[in-house]
């Protein structure tokens, strides 16, 4: 299993551009979520699904779009990008089975926006 | 709000010494408790998961602790080596109908000295 992947690994964006982080599992977990991490901050829920076609907001979605139309996959969309979304972004994914719920990480992308 | 708080932010210790890494939450409703590793840089590491029920998980060199009561949880690293040095984060999970939400501490950074 390759776990949980996410590109790019780096990103520079101008303010307002939009792009799309891509994030993948092939786990079969039914339950993915976006987070982001800044420095004096931790980590901060963005968005977050419990299945294919069913996503949630988190504690920071503003600015980011989330869908979910496969088991595997979990894009994140900025819209319009902000001097504010400069941070590095973890996907995980986890699972019910035994009713664990342990969460499985992406190695990050770290996005700059200029 | 569920807050999660992990004291102290840097630790500094020689190579060989024993070590407890301390994690605490404001609302002992917890599903379960997670601890995780990461290297500058990188992803985030699970290490151990303990259950609501659970008191104790061990893995190797690490044994992780859980006291809902006082809202408490440590980690112990035995015997500690420089490749232990990374940031170590707990996270806490409200409900299994919440299985991706994570609610992180803002962690401990562990340096071990040759």
């Known amino acids: 299993n390759a776990g949980v992947t996410q590109t790019p690994k780096f990103q520079v964006l101008k303010t307002g551009q939009s792009m799309t982080l891509q994030c993948a599992q092939d786990?079969?977990?039914?339950?993915m979520s976006w987070y982001r991490q800044d420095p004096g901050m931790g980590l901060r829920l963005i968005h977050y699904?419990?299945?294919?076609?069913?996503?949630d907001q988190g504690e920071v979605p503003n600015g980011y779009n989330v869908s979910r139309s496969t088991t595997e996959d979990f894009p994140l969309r900025l819209l319009s990008a902000a001097p504010s979304q400069t941070s590095v972004y973890f996907c995980?994914?986890?699972?019910?089975?035994?009713?664990?719920?342990?969460?499985?990480f992406g190695p990050g992308t770290r996005l700059t926006v200029t | 709000k569920q807050e999660v708080t992990q004291i102290p932010a840097a630790l500094s210790v020689p190579e060989g010494e024993n070590l407890v890494l301390n994690c605490s939450f404001t609302?002992?409703?917890?599903?379960?408790l997670q601890w995780f590793r990461q290297d500058p840089g990188k992803g985030l590491t699970s290490l151990l998961l303990?259950?609501?029920?659970?008191r104790e998980q061990t893995s190797g060199r690490l044994n992780a602790s859980l006291d809902k009561s006082s809202g408490r949880s440590t980690l112990y690293i035995a015997a500690s080596q420089p490749g232990d040095s990374a940031t170590y984060l707990c996270?806490?999970?409200?409900?299994?109908?919440?299985?991706?939400?994570?609610?992180f501490g803002q962690g401990t950074e562990l340096s071990v000295k040759p």
């Open positions: 996270a806490v999970r409200r409900g299994g109908n919440q299985g991706g939400k994570l609610i």
């Open positions: 609302d002992s409703a917890i599903y379960n």
């Open positions: 786990m079969n977990h039914e339950y």
């Open positions: 699904s419990v299945g294919a076609g069913i996503t």
């Open positions: 303990i259950q609501s029920s659970q």
């Open positions: 995980a994914s986890s699972y019910s089975r035994w009713n664990s719920f342990e969460q499985y």
